[in-house]
């Protein structure tokens, strides 16, 4: 098992290494591959930032040249696909892309300053629901996952959702998330009738439930939702079993009608931070590529093919980690 | 069953539709006074019929009825709905598909889609159905939309996708749907097969009929004619980019229809949300401001710093100051228009701006002083140090962000309270709520007076 404080930059020697003698290129997802002449790559040679862009591989053996010649300190690729990506003109489509960072989740157990096993599993959590989700609801197949080095990409090239623009995404971002709170009183003919979230078993409100009682478990004494005090928090914590063996109803009890709407209003506000909404929303994002290196945290961007058992310190450490001293 | 009004009625663009403009044919005549509309309209159940000039004496006429109403409805806290109750009387069915049909013309012929009178327009037809639909037995109803609605849908099982303009132009919301495994659930039995054995405690019927039921299927049906006549206006503008002369009462009905939008506007202050009067331009009042500009406000404590105070802050303070109305009237402006020695933005808009950000920590520009030059940039006066009338118009006067552009740009700053769910934009909060804070303090030094004495 490796530890923690593996998590340092790695050095170009190491980089070297790593390109040279463990990369390899059908470590590049297929998706990418057989696409590969209608993204944009970009690198960074230095630690920087991506500023060596608009770059185009014909085949997958120039690529694999690249890499092991330039060793760069970070690889990306573009999740948009165009008829000319050297000028990133004409663009034709783009994968709908999620970015889970575990740094920034909004409630974490972990009082971690970076990232730590805890809160990456933690972003795993979050990624199956969100996968869950897709699936689901939305009726999408098409989805493969992506440890980034820090976090997770979860990345869907379904025909129906890469040609929508902006703002369809950024809808689909909330519905994911859970960032809107369902309405609860709804007309019929004569009568009003009210139904809180947690009873409706389908559709968008129960999505909404499954991320409050993600939320609702995870939260420590030190979290911070808005307008919920010390002592609601408190209180929330105290009757969070119920929760947990979903017994909404006698939560909402204990807690207080006025008090509940608060902590789910809360929550609905933090859950829009659960993922980067900026990554889902920009057509032409490049991301990093799968198989190369995190030099800043010398670990491996790598494809996750079970995510249900996915492990990073043991599935996404390259060797030169296991040989340093 | 009978079916007494026309599907044409509530969708102009359906095949009925199409087929009573066929058999107008030309459009000659369209100006010229027709007695069976005139009959129809003073023979309306409840129509004022007491000064001529409510009732409309050709198509010409009856078209601009149309957008009147909408816009006299929205702005004018006198409006009488008597004057136009013949706009919901199923027998001006034929009349009323041709003056939709000129109107769109018009439209898309010399505005386009993404005009303001496109948009209401699009605005209008979605009100007029909704109205009329009001005045239907629920059963009738009901068997009319549901007619309507299988004719825009092409089978039962809708996938998601198929509404991505609807969601994409936020007519319809996509938490607001049913949805399974990528499909819209709107039929009763689509639903009671998938989800009946889930619900526990519950009558499913019953869950059925609040949750979808009539409602969400007349919503989609609404706004799938709403989004139909949009195409049809963009349709109709690039078929007119390609031909030759444009018919010229087509463009004599397109400057009518800004006459009257511009009528309602000058009269009754247009986007004012129905509390009349317009919104001008006055001394900012920090109580009405949504809680995202509360919270700039105090000084941003983490991360986006900048963009809160330069992207978000910085055009929200000086449009609520100097141009509330900027969405409502939609017409571009620069800083000077309004404020000519720009004294207002030197004394009163700047040091709000450079106070949130001194509260910011670390304070903002001792940090990164070069960032002054965004922020004149972002007010229109090019990139520079200082705003100077010289340099104006070097860059554009940004304008305020969106709620949806606050909550992915800078999803901390979005606290939504109730006035929230009824805006889009942090100024229309502020331009909502400035009225009634304006009411409130007012009763509050009433009732200080009444201590006094
Ligand atoms: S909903 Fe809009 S106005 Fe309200 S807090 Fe969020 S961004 Fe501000
Ligand atoms: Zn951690």
Redesign the pocket.
Known sequence: MVKIEYLTPASPEERKRYYREEWNIKQVPEYIIHSIQEREFGFDHVGRGPNDRYKVFRTPDLLKRFLKVRTPFAAYCSVAFYDKPRRRDRWTKAELVFDVD?KDIPV?T?E?EG??E??LNEAREIVLGIIDTLKADLGLKNIHVVYSGRGYHIRVLDNDVMSVNSDVRSQIVKYLVGADVPENEYSLDFEKVSYEHFVIPFGYPNVFTKRVKYAILHLTENSELDEVNKKLLKDVLKHRQLIELDNWGMFKNKIGPQRYRKVIKGIASINMSLVDAKVSIDLKRILRLPSSLHSMVSMKCTEVKNIETFDPFDDAVPKFVYERK | MIIMVSVAFINPLSDEGKMIVRELGEFDGVLSENDDLMSIVTESRSQEISDDSFIPRSYFDLALKRIEWYAKKKNDRNFDHKQYDFLFNPDINKFDVIAFFLLCQAIGVKYGPNSRESRVLVESQGKLIENRLGKLSKIERNVLVTNILNSLLSSAHIKWTFFEDLISSKKLKLHELILDSGEIILDKDDFLERFSHKIQGRKPEKMYEALIGDRIKELVMIKMVMQNTENYILQVGERSNREIEPNPILLELADKISDVLLASVQTFGQGSGGYGGSVKASALNPKAFPPCVKKVMEGMKSGGRNDAIIMFLTPFISYARLYPAVFSENITKQISDVDPTLAIIQNEILPLIFGAAERCSPPLFEDQPQDKVNLNAKLGFGMHQNPELKNEGETTWYTPMSCEKVKIHLPSLCKPDETCKKIGNPLSYYNRKIWVVKKESKAESAAEEDKKD
Request: hydrophobic share 40%; net charge positive; glycine share 0%.
């Open positions: 575990a974490r972990c971690c990232v730590c805890i809160c």
